[in-house]
């Protein structure tokens, strides 16, 4: 049996993901010990090992596209809302601005300050 630990030092959580795998891997030396099996047999367990890594690796990238999609859609969303905050400050400022200059140019206010 074996036994993983992980350790997070941080309050953030964090996600580990890991895929494990366990098996026999027929090497040319084990299958030296085994006359009976014939080339075919050989090559057929040697696709099987190759096609269950494939799809192992297949659900690894699947997975880790989901975790792609999720970050880009949480920063599409906040860059959405700061694009739209900015633009509100900008239009506050511009009529600020716009208020701030025909105060200084209307009529009591230039009496005044002569």
């Not at 085994?34 to 494939?54: G, M, Q, T, Y």
């Not at 999609?69 to 600020?96: D, K, P, Q």
Request: hydrophobic share 35%; with cysteine.
């Amino acid at each position: 049996m074996y036994k993983f630990c992980f350790h997070n030092p941080s309050s953030i959580p964090e996600t580990v993901s890991f895929y494990i795998h366990v098996g026999h891997i027929p090497t040319e030396h084990d299958l030296a010990k085994d006359e009976h099996l014939d080339p075919i047999n050989v090559k057929i367990a040697k696709l099987r090992e190759a096609l269950e890594s494939v799809t192992a690796e297949q659900h690894y990238l699947k997975a880790r596209e989901v975790r792609h999609r999720h970050t880009n859609e949480s920063t599409r969303r906040r860059l959405t809302v700061y694009t739209l905050a900015e633009y509100l400050v900008l239009a506050c400022v511009s009529g600020l601005q716009v208020a701030y200059i025909r105060r200084l140019f209307s009529k009591s206010v230039a009496y005044n300050r002569v």
